[in-house]
């Protein structure tokens, strides 16, 4: 039966003749329950039926969709693969939405460059397949990087467990192709490093597609390391286990990557998948440690002697890929381990600086204690960069507003102690209104100047990344709506 | 307001010159808030303005059609570091070596190797050019992890934070590394530091050849010895080098080495093939005279791109030398003092031919500006560069000339 609830609004109606003409016929999905599959991105209580769906296969027919959206004032929205966790890919009602998802050739690896070209469609994981017989890997490695696209990840400028040592997206992406909200299409950079005139891709990613839609990446490759260990270590208490974090960093190694997790945590993946933790940890910490052999044993001496000073009572190592992959499991699988522990929970995505982490440990659980919300953490121990889990039970009425509540005051208590409001997770349209808690009128100001220069006319993921005072209340200093977002209600989500 | 700001202007010398151009007026804020009303006086005023940090590079860039105004930022000369985040937010105004010094007393580095001596932080930034140090911790624009500008009209605008990871907001920060200042002008940024490796091996070996340069790197793409410098050193005559530095543990760095040099030393005698556990002096330093020009190649070009330089340098009896990192391709040709426009233009021309090299102009003696080189060949993205300046500098009155988007001729934008 034709799902007839969301006819395309007239605007849009109007530009399927030409759109098809750009994509084909199977380039543009119209039906209502085809444009629902796109209703939202990973974080999904945001949902919003797109007045179109395009999937272009080139640049040029990218370049062609935008050229006729900027004609026409009708706003477009990007997509990659739909993983993201800020609502950045929400559509727009009355606009379109513009997938990559059919353009996911990889075009070339280029082991003498040490770099890959790739479209945007290409799924992340698949960078470092193609590059694996050659020696190399593509290194930002965002928990979804199975499915994520290297598109979405310049979009976010994605991190992951390894961007401790390896950095972010941005460090790694060197030319792009761009199709900015003008329609044109411009080349930046290549294989050549340091393009010149102003970083523009540097300033590209990370932008949330608010400043256009990338149809080319190339990306660094790193060499695959001679040696790769990963340690276990289990504590009585998080103090413990943050303690060896800090002692650690103190100590001058630099692991690929630290991660912890708490009781809650570590029960929520015991229940799921086993992951045999040491029994009474009240915490666990996971060490990564990469690089030259030599380096790697001199390390992995160091990392296990601090733990053991911190107070960990038991220490495991991994050293071949089947041991590293068990140690893993149980991190990898924690986020949705906690849906098998509660009906219901909220992904929060914070960063504290490092010395701030147990202080601000200790303040969740007294926030969790006094709103009788849980929270499990699994984090990114490293960098500071929390991922507290705030379970509820959503058929109790109130609970989704208390963790909400929960939620926001621990992103309250990074930015307090210096810290910011995302550290991977992005923006997007879930955490616009809270861009003033971070900066300051002005700070916003200067970024809408910026986003101006190159939107002037804001249909390039109108409502992402800056607050706006329809979403957020009226505030001085911020754009005024250009393109009024449908009454649908979704100012009282915030 | 801005009385003080005003009070403390004084009339500009010829020791204040911009590539040669005298400013009218100079003024040294004492912080943020003076160095916002100076702006903001020189908006009501309509005078152009330039910054100055330690004034070793006041002749990069192009050169300016206009100073009405010379900011110093020296005064602006704060280390707020925090050594357990391995974080530091630096005022624009303090120098480079300062900075070195007190991060090394807690065992940590920005890990970045200055071009030039005596510089600032400000300065260091606003040229963005990377030393050889820049493997293992990317270059400058990857440390940078939040800056706060004052804009052309005073206002005062922060992006990014204290922390490393943190994706709240446009990285505006990237603007302004290497954006001469023509953005405005940075009060501070914070950095993200890194510890002082235990130990250090620097190989060194000559490249008889071309091919001999090429085998060379393709060995060391092999290896796992990871290190943080591959130098190139290519002059026209005199031989060239190669120099591969590793940091890590001591029993690291002796192993690792020891490995590399003999997958690298291979058909060279021995003798010729150096280990050191310590840099020169003046590691990564280029000339102080003369014109550089900024070569980035593909990099497993740039064994090639080196020779290609000394050999349009030869053909025009100039005694060019290109340094940098050959495993990214990041290469500076520096052009003697004295070198006349014409031979200049042929390099320029010549390396500019290669499709996918970029040669920009980073420094050029007075004579060449008269004479009106192209500094910047072509720049991919301009159009969108210079949106970006109408927006934040509507009355283009930072550092006029002095960067791409006031290039007075328009250089062809590569179409994909």
Known sequence: ?494 | MTRQGIEGVRAGGPGDAVCGVVPAHAARPRDVDELAGLLAEATRNGWSVAARGGGTALDWGGRPTSVDLLVDTGALNRIDHDPGDLVAEVGAGTPVAELAAVLAKAGQRLSVDPVRAGGTVGGLLATGLSGPRRLLTGALRSLVIGMTVVRPDGVVARSGGRVVKNVAGYDLAKLHVGGYGTLGVIASAAFRLHPLPPALRLIELPLPSLAHAERRLTLLRASHAVPAAVEIDWPVEGGSRLRVVLEGTPEGVRSRADELVAALARGLPAEEVTVGDALPPGWGLLPAEGTLVRLSVPPAQAPAAAARAAELGGAVDTDVRTTGSARTGALVVAVPPGARASAVTVLLEGLRSHSGWAATVVRAEEHLHTAGIDLWGEVPGLAVMRAVRDAMDPDRRMAPGRFVTDAPHTPREERP
């Open chain 1, 1 to 494: 039966m034709p799902d007839t609830a969301h006819p395309i609004p007239a605007a849009v109606a109007a530009l399927v003749p030409r759109l098809r003409a750009i994509c084909g016929g199977d380039g543009v999905l119209t039906d209502t329950s085809r444009r629902r599959v796109y209703d939202s991105d990973g974080i999904t209580h945001h949902r919003e039926i797109p007045g179109v769906v395009v999937l272009p296969t080139t640049a040029e027919q990218v370049a062609a969709v935008v050229g006729l959206c900027a004609g026409t004032g009708v706003p477009f929205v990007p997509r990659g693969a739909g993983t993201g966790l800020s609502g950045g890919a929400l559509p727009h009602p009355e606009g379109v939405l513009l997938s990559t998802s059919r353009m996911r050739r990889i075009i070339e690896i280029d082991p003498a460059n040490e770099c890959a070209v790739v479209e945007p469609g290409v799924a992340n994981l698949d960078v470092s397949r193609a590059a694996a017989p050659h020696g190399y890997y593509y290194a930002p490695d965002p928990s979804s990087q199975q499915v994520c696209s290297v598109g979405g990840n310049v979009a976010e400028n994605s991190g992951g467990a390894h961007c401790l040592k390896y950095g972010f997206t941005v460090d790694h992406v060197r030319g792009l192709d761009v199709v900015t909200p003008d329609g044109a299409l411009v080349r930046l950079g290549g294989k050549a490093p340091d393009a010149p005139g102003h970083d523009l891709i540097g300033a590209f990613t990370g932008s949330e597609g608010t400043l256009g839609v990338t149809t080319r990446i190339t990306v660094g490759l790193t060499r695959l390391p001679e040696r790769t260990v990963t340690l276990l270590a289990a504590f009585t208490s998080m103090d413990a286990g943050g303690r060896a974090v800090g002692d650690i960093i103190a100590a001058g190694v630099l692991p690929s990557a630290i991660e912890m997790m708490d009781a809650l945590a570590i029960e929520a993946a015991e229940a799921a998948v086993a992951c045999d933790y040491p029994a009474g940890a009240a915490a666990v910490l996971i060490v990564e440690l990469d690089g030259p052999a030599v380096e790697v044993r001199a390390q992995l001496a160091e990392v296990t002697r601090l733990c053991a000073a911190a107070g960990s009572f038991e220490t495991r190592t991994a050293a071949d890929a089947d041991e590293r992959a068990r140690i893993w499991k149980g991190r990898k699988s924690a986020f949705a381990a906690v849906g098998r522990i509660s009906p219901a929970y909220i992904v929060q995505d914070g960063v504290v600086p490092r010395t701030a982490l147990s202080e601000v440990l200790r303040r969740i659980t007294e926030l969790s204690a006094q709103s009788g919300i849980r929270v499990a953490n699994v984090f990114h121990a490293g960098d500071g960069n929390l991922h507290p889990l705030v379970l509820f039970d959503d058929a109790e009425p109130g609970a989704a507003e208390r963790a909400e509540e929960v939620s926001g005051a621990i992103l309250d208590l990074c930015v307090e102690h210096g810290g910011s409001i995302t550290g991977e997770h992005g923006v997007g349209v879930d955490k616009a209104c809270k861009m003033p808690r971070m900066y300051s009128p002005d700070d916003l100001a200067t970024f809408d100047l910026f986003r101006g220069a190159l939107d002037p006319e804001g249909i390039a993921n109108p409502y992402k990344l800056l607050p706006t005072p329809r979403l957020c209340g009226e505030r001085p200093g911020v754009r005024t709506g250009v393109h009024p977002l449908v009454e649908s209600g979704r100012a009282e989500q915030f």
